[in-house]
């Protein structure tokens, strides 16, 4: 229920204002939320386990769901508009059903990343710290610290100075 309260809420502000509001509620919702996150308004939190770290910002309409599992975002953290980042899959069932039973996996961003536009973030996956995940990436793979990485599926293109 609180979920969907805080959809009302976070539909009737303004998109990139009322910041500190917006942290009050996910706070109230349970969320760790650090100090001048900035979550636009039109973000969508389908999810029961999320932390935010400090200065980071989430653009419009990227959708955060992941069910039971965590989605860990660090600090400093940029993420543009139009990113999903999805923890819900499935194992693989046989011929008749192949998306089998429903399985929520965590998702972790590192400290000073920087998702690009329209990136989507598979289940499981941790991004390391520093890293640039290109616009329309899809990450399905564990990435390393400092990285810049591009494509479907998203590969490094190079590394990063630290």
Same mark, same amino acid.
């Given at each position: ?13 303004? $998109? ?17 939320? #650090?100090? =001048?996150?900035? %979550? /636009? ?5 389908? *999810? ?9 910002? %989430?653009?419009? $309409?990227?959708?955060? &769901? ?19 980042? *999805? ?22 961003? #590192? $400290? ?5 536009? =329209?990136?989507?973030? *598979? ?10 995940? &290109?616009?329309?990436? /899809?990450?399905?793979?564990? %990435? ?9 599926? &998203?590969? %490094? ?6």
């Amino acid at each position: 229920m609180l979920h969907y309260i805080l959809q009302v809420i976070f539909s009737i502000l303004p $998109d990139t204002r009322s910041y500190s509001f917006k942290r009050f509620v996910l706070r109230l919702r349970g969320y760790t939320i #650090g100090s =001048n996150v900035r %979550i /636009v308004s039109s973000v969508k939190l389908k *999810i029961k386990k999320l932390s935010i770290g400090e200065n980071t910002f %989430i653009g419009f $309409d990227t959708l955060i &769901a992941s069910g039971s599992g965590k989605v860990t975002i660090g600090k400093n953290v940029d993420i543009a508009p139009r990113c999903n980042i *999805i923890g819900g899959t499935h194992e693989m069932g046989g011929m008749i059903h192949r998306a089998g039973k429903g399985i929520s996996l965590d998702i972790v961003i #590192g $400290d000073g990343t920087w998702i690009g536009t =329209n990136v989507t973030i *598979i289940g499981g996956v941790c991004i390391g710290r520093g890293c640039v995940v &290109a616009a329309g990436s /899809v990450v399905r793979n564990d %990435i390393p610290d400092n990285v810049l990485i591009a494509g479907v599926p &998203a590969e %490094i293109i190079r590394y990063l100075p630290v």
